[in-house]
């Protein structure tokens, strides 16, 4: 390695600074034991040789990575968005992130194992799929935060949206806006699937609409909803709007409808949930339940670091409230003047 090309050390500040490596350790560490004319002496050196100090070494030598491990789904666009919001929380709070994904090929055990390899501090899981006593089990070893899934366990601290309120916003505005046969596309087994489920049950009884229940297999996949929306149109009579379990799922929802001649929404309305990044995109325009990123990732964060830090925690769970987006797939029910069946 050249000259030019080698890391400044300290004893290269505490040269150009004219004072011993001891005393530039002490001011590099913010510690008290230098004066004031010293510790600008040493700084200024440091500034010009461009001496950054290596925080990993540091931390090596404290036992600390400061590192909070992130499990989350390449095939959840909600899962990026929340990773977006994690890394500038962490970053707020002094920590980074190490991710690690699930694949069809690589499982959630896989993914968390590897996490724990990085001597990761604390585990930040978004939409786990494990059993709660797993996740239990886990948070044995070092701090858990379930993140977009009810998991109630004492050892367990959970940020989740209100996933049934979600659903009662998409129900009442669809209702508002003539509605009445409103189709569910389910979610299956997925984390939130249940509660919004729920939700769209209770809203439809809400509205004296217990007739008109009905729920479409569905998933967390374009192709899921896909399917979904083939069964929908075999249906009769057909509805008039649908909720669907997330944004992805959504938009195999809007494809097949279109390619079957359908108007969206002149025909029927389509609700998504997550305002991901695809319910965003210009061609989209989804109508959706937004969830919001920000609180929930900056409280996911803030909870991994109070466990560390050992800050008394008094509430478990912290469920934070969505709210509806309205774009372009929702419009007024037509069905009264175009015919029952239309």
């Known amino acids: 390695m050249t000259e030019r090309a080698r890391r400044p ?31 600008q002496r040493v700084l200024q050196a440091a500034d010009e040789l461009g001496y950054r100090p290596d925080t ?29 919001g994690l890394y500038t929380a962490a970053d707020r709070a002094g920590y980074e992130l190490a991710l690690s994904a699930v694949t069809p090929q690589r499982d959630e055990g896989r993914a968390v194992a590897s996490l724990m390899q990085d001597r990761c501090e604390a585990l930040v899981l978004l939409g786990p799929h494990a059993s709660t006593a797993r996740l239990a089990e886990l948070a044995d070893r070092l701090p858990v935060v379930v993140v977009a899934r009810a998991a109630r366990h004492r ?18 505005h669809l209702v508002a806006l003539g509605h009445r046969r409103i189709t569910h596309v389910d979610g299956g087994r997925a984390p939130g699937a249940a509660e919004r489920r729920r939700g769209y049950r209770d809203a439809m009884r809400r509205h004296g609409l217990d007739a008109e229940i009905r729920l479409l297999p569905g998933g967390l996949t374009e192709q899921d909803g896909a399917a979904a929306a083939r069964a929908l149109l075999d249906l009769e009579p057909r509805p008039t709007a649908v909720t669907v379990f997330n944004d992805r799922c959504a938009l195999g929802v809007l494809d097949v409808l279109q ?57 478990r769970e912290m469920v934070v409230a969505p709210r509806l987006v309205v774009r372009a797939t929702t419009a007024p029910c037509t069905a009264d003047r175009r015919g029952a069946g239309s």
């Open 56 to 84: 990993r070494a540091r931390l090596l030598r404290s036992s600390r990575s400061r590192l909070l491990g992130v499990v989350f789904g390449v095939h959840h666009a909600f899962h990026g968005d929340l990773v977006t």
């Open 155 to 172: 050892a367990l601290d959970v940020v989740r949206t209100a996933d049934g309120m979600g659903l009662h916003q998409a129900v009442d």
């Open 9 to 39: 050390t300290l004893a290269d500040v505490a040269a150009r600074a004219g004072v011993s490596v001891a005393l530039v350790s002490i001011v590099i560490r913010d510690a008290p034991g230098a004066s004031a004319a010293s510790r």
């Open 259 to 315: 390619r079957a001649g359908l108007a969206v929404p002149g025909d029927i309305s389509v609700v998504g949930y997550d305002d991901s990044r695809l319910a965003r995109l210009s061609h989209v325009k989804l109508t959706t339940i937004a969830q919001d990123t920000e609180q929930i990732t900056t409280l996911a964060v803030t909870r991994a670091v109070d466990r560390l830090d050992g800050t008394p925690v008094t509430e």
